[in-house]
């Protein structure tokens, strides 16, 4: 599974780090081949297979959010002096709730005094509060913040701007749970033994065969985060490089961390600032 936008990203990535390769697009795919074809400059050829590492109940989640029909991403504030960015957890449920009720949780963390607030700091109050701790040394986050994490199942949030109107805007959802070096490596490893992946490239008559796995989620910002393990990775015979890449700044900028390694070089991470580029061309 890829996305233009995938393709765009992975294409930028491979020709920046790659000086004088191209890739080209592969557009007969009828019986099962591989995405691009890489060009080498001295003339040789390596198969690439593009694919996404996604969370079906995050992209649900991410659809609900993102639909006109139920209000889309951007809710117009009554109540908020400021505009605010809230990020759902994966496992929001009804973004409708969210929709109908933000406005007024994030009026009280205005008026707490806060512009900023994360679930784990709630999370902290809430026990130390349920064990009676707080009588002794108060939580550092008001109970406002607890509210609208547990109550809205709210990840983070942050204030944007103190400008009129005030508006709410929905990011897209990040799961929650413990995160490391592994946490991008295990999920590149799930794509590299997913069956299709392995069938596409194990097909090819080249020596070189990489997949390209674009990070979302958890994954993604263990991969933003940390350094690579200095491993080597776990790949199967018909795969003989695997790539991981996400973007590290806004979506629209050509900016990504990479992680690449073979059969025979372990993790390394990669910059890539990439110029801006139209979409992979087709032939």
């Known amino acids: 599974m890829r996305t233009e936008r995938v393709e765009t990203a992975v294409k930028l990535v491979f020709e920046s780090i790659l000086p004088g390769a191209e890739m080209l697009f592969r557009d007969e795919q009828s019986h099962g081949e591989y995405d691009f074809d ?6 040789t050829l390596a198969a690439i297979e593009v694919t996404e590492s996604t969370d079906q109940l995050q992209e649900w989640t991410s659809a609900k959010i993102r639909s006109k029909k139920e209000g ?41 005094g806060f512009e900023n607030f994360k679930y784990i700091d709630a999370q902290t109050a809430r026990r130390q509060r349920e064990a009676g701790l ?3 040394r108060p939580p550092r986050v008001p109970r406002c913040v607890e509210d609208i994490c547990y109550d809205l199942k709210i990840m983070s949030g942050w204030a944007i701007s103190a400008e009129a109107p005030s508006r709410i805007f929905i990011s897209h959802p ?7 070096p592994n946490t991008p490596v295990k999920a590149g490893k799930r794509e590299s033994e997913k069956e299709d992946n392995r069938e596409k490239l194990g097909a090819a008559k080249t020596d070189e065969r990489h997949l390209a796995v674009y990070m979302n989620g958890l994954p993604w910002y263990a ?35 990479v992680w690449g390694a073979s059969k ?20």
């Not at 109540?79 to 009280?108: E, F, Q």
């Not at 990040?174 to 490391?180: D, F, H, K, L």
């Open 134 to 136: 707080d009588r002794f």
């Open 38 to 43: 890489l060009h080498y400059p001295n003339g």
């Open 72 to 112: 889309g991403p951007i809710i117009e504030a009554r109540h908020c002096k400021k505009s605010w960015v809230v990020r759902p957890m994966k496992d929001a449920g009804t973004i409708s709730v969210i929709r109908n009720k933000a406005d007024g949780y994030l009026a009280k963390v205005e008026k707490a």
């Open 174 to 180: 990040i799961g929650s749970g413990a995160v490391g």
């Open 223 to 257: 991969l933003t985060t940390f350094e690579p393990p200095s491993a080597f990775p776990e790949l199967p015979e018909e795969i003989t490089h695997i790539w991981l890449i996400g973007h590290s700044g806004e979506a629209n900028k050509p900016e990504f961390i």
């Open 264 to 283: 025979n070089e372990p993790w390394r991470s990669h910059v890539v600032v990439a110029p801006q580029t139209n979409p992979p061309a087709r032939r």
